[in-house]
């Protein structure tokens, strides 16, 4: 029997599930609900949620890409996907043309040209399957009659891609803005990301990668010639190229003659006349013999054109650890000088070392990984806030049910002192046998 004043096991039972239901309704009505948002074919992902970033709405992003956002700020987020993933930027071309004012100014006119072909290069940027859309700014110098420098024209192009573009891409929308525009170099089309990088390179950037791609080329094709002699480990291969960005055209003319130095005869002049005495060419009988010859000659014109990116000079170093013969180290080198067209009235300059293998050894260090620790946003983070809170309602309420258990079983009669003495003689009885079995 419970003792009087003690209240039965079934209250505390119900005063914790009281108590449960109610953290849970609180905890349910402080947890925003989410929904999700019907996203759009077209639309830039990356740049809504930096918009909903922006805006300060709570938004999640599950496995699938989708987006849910809280539901109270739902019509918000359908607001901002709505609008104009341009800008509000209007593209106009050559219908401005349409309503043409001939009263307009020679200014007027030029800024209006100016403006319908940045529209124009704008729709076609736009065309590319790599491009959302574009923004062209162009700089077209004014034409003076008079005036010896002429100023370059030049392009901006901002590109909004669908994907990181490649160095072909790049090139091929400098050379299509470049093409569109009268006198345009390829060089003066700067093009940048919609987060402000530059994306074309220079005019000393291309030069450089030129020139690197020339020394990996001409390395690939050394290492693979001794690849074929040595392993891989027995030789090592550098080359420096230097290029000449210089590009020259020369034109030379000369005359030509036969082997007496003289041209082809095309006429024949011969007029006799009548001279007084004396005349040494008066030839017998009074009369002066004169002979007028015509030669014609031929012109030989030659031009020489040398374009930017030749090789004007190599310096290429070999190693080879091997013991070989003195005949087989002067085959390997010619072959050498062979791969890599070695021109020594170029200035070229090319040095082969044979050496003998000596003992490498070198213990690799073993460095610790490091693992990077995820980087959680601002939803997960408070999903996990949230998370833990719930946890810590549930250890909470075991703790307290636990400790009304606890005390309900304390109410409940002890044995009495008898029978507590002989349950102790019967385990020490128990324990004894124990030991006398084992030992």
């Given amino acids: 029997m419970m003792q009087s004043g003690r209240k039965p096991l079934s209250f505390y039972l119900l005063l914790l599930a009281i108590l ?7 905890v349910w009505a402080w947890w925003p609900q989410y929904e999700l948002l019907k996203q759009k074919a077209d639309i830039d992902q990356a740049a809504f949620i930096a918009k909903l970033d922006a805006e300060g709405i709570d938004y999640q992003l599950d496995t699938k890409g989708q987006l849910w956002l809280e539901t109270s700020q739902i019509g918000r987020g359908q607001v901002l996907q709505q609008q104009d993933p341009k800008g509000g930027f209007a593209v106009q071309g050559l219908e401005l043309y ?5 009263s307009m100014t020679e200014h007027t006119q030029q800024v209006t040209l100016q403006r319908a072909l940045q529209g124009e290069l704008e729709r076609t940027l736009a065309g590319l399957s790599f491009v959302r859309y574009a923004r062209v700014h162009l700089s077209l ?13 030049k392009a901006a192009v901002t590109v909004f891609p669908k994907q990181p573009l490649n160095s072909a891409q790049i090139e091929g929308i400098q050379t299509l803005v470049a093409a569109a525009i009268e006198g345009m170099r390829v060089e003066n089309v700067t093009v940048l990301a919609e987060d402000g990088r530059l994306l074309s390179r220079t005019q000393e950037a291309s030069e450089w990668r030129r020139q690197q791609g020339q020394e990996a080329q001409l390395q690939a094709k050394l290492e693979h010639v001794l690849g074929l002699l040595f392993t891989p480990g027995d030789f090592a291969v550098s080359v420096s190229v230097e290029l000449n960005h210089t590009e020259l055209k020369q034109i030379s003319q000369q005359l030509l003659t036969d082997d007496k130095g003289q041209g082809a005869l095309i006429s024949k ?12 060419a008066q030839i017998p009988g009074g009369l002066t013999q004169q002979t007028e010859l015509k030669y014609s000659h031929g012109t030989k014109t030659e031009e020489i054109s040398r374009k930017a990116g030749e090789v004007a000079k190599l310096a290429v170093a070999v190693i080879v650890r091997k013991n070989i013969s003195a005949a087989e180290q002067a085959q390997i080198t010619n072959t050498i000088e062979a791969t890599i067209g070695y021109q020594p009235e170029r200035g070229d300059q090319l040095s082969v070392q044979f050496m003998a293998p000596g003992a490498v050894g070198s213990e690799a260090e073993v460095l610790p990984v490091v693992q990077d620790e995820p980087v959680l946003s601002e ?14 309602v549930l250890i909470l309420m075991l703790a307290v049910g636990g400790a009304f258990f606890v005390r309900y079983k304390s109410g409940v009669k002890r044995l009495p002192l008898q029978k507590r003495e002989e349950l102790l003689q019967d385990v020490q009885a128990w324990l004894s046998q124990e030991q006398k079995s084992h030992g």
């Fill in 379 to 392: 939803n997960t983070k408070v999903t996990t806030a949230i998370s833990d809170y719930l946890w810590f």
């Fill in 269 to 280: 002049k011969e007029s006799t006349q009548k001279s007084a005495a004396g005349n040494p």
């Fill in 141 to 153: 110098p004014e034409k003076k009659l008079f005036d010896a420098d002429k100023v370059a024209a």
């Fill in 20 to 26: 449960s239901v109610s953290a849970v309704g609180i």
């Fill in 98 to 102: 349409d309503k043409v004012d001939y």
